[in-house]
């Protein structure tokens, strides 16, 4: 495959600096490497909600590789090599894929591979703004930008920010807000529970309910005492988590759970990790549904489906 030209390079270059320019938490790093001038016809996509922006924009035929956390669309990312854990990359990689363009999402690093890819001048555009559901909007911006599809990408964020706001208007209507507790499994460590400043905790609070663990930060080891103290209306976990645990029947007959209130109810629910952590396009729909669980007798709006949601 024939190189840039210098010239062409630096036109490129500065056309893409040029899209991205006053994004709030974009980063640049780029110098095109391979493939047509201006062409962007190799795309290597890592982090989930990067991802499935890009096959929202209809870019997806244009992604040759993905990290491990991108897993939706579901058919089209399984059949994709893949580059490693968005968090543990390696530059060599990366590269070996040939790109016209790697998009990067916050959490991805480490940090000595993007000082590499910076030296290298690889082609690489890097969104650094803290992952939310207020954050996706300006996301799904940054990426049109990098794939000069602002317009179609506008329309998309626009449709997801009026969303989101349906589903909060939603909310605020309801009258009660039931203790949640979000549960990771940390293998032979014990359950976690989500504390503030975690997406679960993020999740919960747009979803109506209130943090059973509130009143601490990050993901504690939980004991039967404290799940008890907490004593939980919902118990909420990631699907994959849940089965492993022997279903609804199994977490509930858990030693650390059983006394709760949501074991002894049987509202113990399991959602997709990247649908309701994720904070991706799809993330007011997973609000929606969310609250929907959470909220049986609300009147929780139904959102249309969108076509990045029917993938």
């Not at 992604?63 to 968090?87: E, I, M, N």
């Not at 858990?254 to 006394?259: D, E, I, Q, S, T």
Request: aromatic letters at 6%.
């Amino acid at each position: 495959m024939a190189r840039r030209s210098g010239a062409a390079a630096t036109t490129s270059r500065r056309q893409l600096l040029a899209g991205l320019a006053g994004l709030a938490g974009a980063v640049l790093l780029h110098r095109p490497s391979y493939g047509e001038a201006g062409a962007i016809e190799r795309i290597v996509s890592v982090g989930g909600a990067i991802t499935e922006i890009v096959f929202a924009l209809g870019f997806g035929n244009k992604v040759v590789a993905v990290d491990t956390t991108s897993c939706y669309p579901l058919q089209a990312t399984a059949a994709l090599p893949k580059v490693g854990y968005l968090r543990s990359l390696a530059a060599e990689g990366l590269l070996s894929m040939k790109p016209d363009l790697i998009l990067l999402d916050a959490d991805a690093g480490p940090a000595d591979v993007l000082d590499q890819l910076k030296r290298l001048a690889a082609p690489v555009a890097h969104f650094i703004e803290r992952p939310s559901a207020q954050s996706v909007a300006d996301k799904i911006i940054f990426v049109g930008a990098a794939l000069k599809q602002a317009d179609k990408a506008a329309e998309i964020a626009a449709t997801f920010r009026q969303d989101l706001a349906t589903v909060a208007a939603s909310v605020k209507l309801l009258l009660q807000r039931p203790r949640v507790l979000f549960l990771m499994n940390a293998g032979t460590t014990g359950l976690r529970g989500a504390g503030g400043g975690t997406a679960a905790a993020e999740m919960i609070a747009l979803a109506g309910g209130r943090n059973a663990f509130g009143d601490s930060s990050g993901y504690k080891t939980i004991s039967a005492e404290a799940a008890l103290i907490a004593n939980p209306g919902a118990i909420v976990m990631m699907s994959q988590t849940l089965d492993e645990l022997g279903g609804r029947d199994g977490v509930a007959k858990l030693p650390v759970l059983a006394k709760t209130k949501a074991a002894q109810e049987g509202r113990i629910f399991g959602f997709d990790g990247n649908y309701l952590l994720g904070f991706g396009p799809r993330t007011a729909h997973a609000v929606a549904a969310f609250a929907t669980v959470l909220h049986p007798q609300g009147d929780i709006v139904a959102l249309p489906p969108r076509p990045w949601t029917m993938t």
